[in-house]
């Protein structure tokens, strides 16, 4: 048997070493919410009590897991994106925080349109669905569908869409062989966060993303780091609308080459967006 507060301890020293401190607070708390429903506060105010031999059960499973570098999202099965609450498994991509102030910059160009006529938007290598799922939620009037060559991923992007309520059309195919899948459909928005990592960052990377994260959702090599954005944007040019927009998330270390290949493209009123660790992260171009 063991008090709440002994819990604590126990789960900070054993995973001393492998996390930094403030990190392994943060799946302290996810983990109370998740197992024990208690928020922040319980834990101070619950320290003496005594947790039950099942949920101990978990915190020690968590731990084991945890200093195999498995990413926490992979283990609870759970996330949040954009306040909303998502599936994820191996099969997905974890949604990240800078997929979010993308998708803040996308509903905020949109909202003024989509009042008086319904907006149909294509979102390429959905994963999750984060992205579509997130859009249809605050898009009024948003017709939306969602694209992936993952068949596994497209399984929970579907979960996703349904625990959400939202209504999503998900065609499953390669975006860079594609033949009639998406052929009489005309576009408002395209977004993209394609695969962009090269194989020479992957030493930049650490062993939750590297070794558990899918690897088809990431890599591109290192000589054709933009294919994705070449074709995205070749096919942009005929799926959008007039003065349709077209927006991707990027890679950090290409900003100046993703501007140039939208105006080669012959996209219009450019425009390169950091993340909030002022990082290159997301652009946006106008089809005329
Ligand atoms: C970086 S992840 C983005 C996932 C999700 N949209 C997000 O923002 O979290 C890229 C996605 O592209 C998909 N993908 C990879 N190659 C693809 C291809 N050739 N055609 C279509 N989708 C592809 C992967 O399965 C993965 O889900």
Redesign the pocket.
């Known amino acids: 048997m063991m008090q709440l507060k002994a819990l604590k301890i126990y789960f900070k020293n054993g995973l001393k070493g492998y996390y930094p401190n403030e990190e392994i607070e943060s799946f302290f708390l996810i983990a109370s919410e998740f197992y024990l429903g208690y928020k922040r506060i319980d834990i101070s105010l619950k320290a003496d009590e005594v947790v039950n031999p099942k949920n101990y059960n978990h915190f020690q499973e968590l731990i084991e897991r945890l200093k195999n570098y498995e990413p926490i999202q992979y283990i609870l099965g759970e996330t949040e994106f954009f306040g909303l609450p998502f599936k994820v498994n191996e099969s997905?991509?974890i949604?990240?925080p800078e997929?979010e102030e993308l998708v803040d910059w996308i509903i905020n160009s949109v909202i003024p349109h989509s009042v008086e006529k319904q907006i149909n938007i294509l979102?390429?290598?959905?994963?999750?669905g984060?992205?579509a799922i997130s859009l249809a939620k605050n898009i009024p009037n948003a017709k939306v569908y969602a694209?992936?060559?993952?068949k596994d991923?497209l399984s929970v992007a579907q979960q996703n869409a349904q625990q959400n309520n939202v209504d999503i059309t998900f065609v499953n195919?390669?975006?860079?062989e594609l033949n009639s899948e998406l052929n009489d459909l005309q576009f408002d928005v395209i977004v993209s966060?394609?695969?962009y990592v090269r194989e020479l960052e992957k030493e930049l990377m650490h062993d939750n993303v590297l070794k558990h994260e899918?690897h088809?959702?990431?890599f591109v090599e290192d000589d054709n780091a933009l294919v994705f954005y070449r074709v995205i944007a070749e096919l942009s040019q005929k799926l959008l609308k007039e003065n349709g927009l077209l927006f991707f998330?990027i890679n950090e270390y290409l900003g100046v080459q993703m501007k140039q290949l939208l105006s080669e493209n012959k996209f219009q009123d450019i425009e390169l967006r950091q993340d909030i660790n002022q990082k290159d992260r997301m652009t946006k171009a106008v089809k005329l």
């Open positions: 997905v991509l949604p990240r997929t979102d390429i290598g959905t994963g999750s984060c992205i694209l992936d060559v993952s991923a195919a390669n975006v860079l966060n394609p695969p899918p088809l959702a990431l998330e």
